[in-house]
């Protein structure tokens, strides 16, 4: 398979912005922007408390909404927490796992991303799985021993026939929200390696059929030359999701 053959998918991730009001005012604003846009799928993943507002106010655009984490068990004593099941019952079709503030803040494990990722799959949600290396990974030139652990992991229970509905996000923990935007070359090169990894746990084709996006500062600006990369089927978006803009992201035509 080619990357022709790979739907391209620009999600944003809101993360803790915007009131349900403020959140359908912006989705209004953008579904003009977005409604002509046939070569990608479009997905907005928000802040819980804003899922009913964006999905209403999503209705009948090409925008998908996505929530930014969940709970990978089902119920039961976990104040504060929200499971696949309630994401599902709310018109969520996407969920990121594993987001580096996750990790970062709230001491996130690939062994609980791997958990999420299988609890989202069972529930009919896609996980959006993120991955990524620090600056002191980097500079210590352990990148890609980093990321392949975080992907081994995380899916090592994900069977062939469910990997495909799996979005995995490179996202360098230093270029995100810091307006240092990874090359194209250095984003090419990652993501190739992670395809390369889903191959050799499954095999070259369904490798080819898995999207791999590529997220850290990526605007209007940037996003064209980083989506001309043939390992890069997409973006996961931070700031530049927050406003109107987002639309020139989602319309750029390769
Ligand atoms: C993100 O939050 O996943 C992200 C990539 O943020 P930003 O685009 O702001 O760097």
């Known amino acids: 398979m080619n990357r022709r053959y790979r739907k391209t998918i620009i999600a944003g991730n809101w993360k803790m912005n915007k009131t349900p009001a403020e959140a359908k005012a912006l989705i209004e604003e953008m ?27 999503a209705k009948g655009s090409k ?54 990722v299988q609890v989202a799959l069972e529930n009919g949600l896609r996980p959006i799985l993120c991955v990524g290396e ?30 495909k509905k799996v979005v995995i996000a490179y996202e360098p923990i230093w270029a995100i929200g810091t307006g240092k935007t990874a090359t194209a070359d250095q984003a090419q090169e990652v993501c190739a390696m992670i395809r390369h990894t889903i191959a050799e746990m499954y095999d070259e084709a369904t490798a080819e059929a898995v999207r791999i996006q590529y997220g850290g500062s990526m605007n209007a600006g940037n996003a064209a030359e980083l989506l001309s990369k ?11 999701a927050l406003k109107p803009d987002f639309g020139k992201i989602v319309n750029y035509n390769k």
């Open 230 to 240: 043939p390992d890069i089927d997409g973006g996961l978006i931070g700031g530049a």
């Open 134 to 163: 620090s600056l002191t990974e980097r500079e210590q030139d352990v990148t890609m021993e980093v990321i392949r652990k975080q992907i081994k992991i995380a899916l090592q229970n994900v069977a062939v026939e469910d990997i």
């Open 63 to 116: 925008i998908a909404i996505g929530a930014e984490n969940m709970h990978f068990e089902k119920s039961g004593a976990f104040t504060g927490e929200i499971s696949a099941d309630m994401l599902k019952e709310l018109g969520v079709k996407y969920v990121i796992i594993g987001h580096s503030e996750r990790r970062q803040y709230f001491n996130e494990t690939d062994e609980a991303c791997g958990k999420k």
């Open 31 to 57: 579904k003009p922007l977005l409604s002509k846009t046939k070569w990608c799928e479009m997905v907005l993943c928000v802040p819980f408390t804003d899922i009913q507002a964006a999905v209403k106010a």
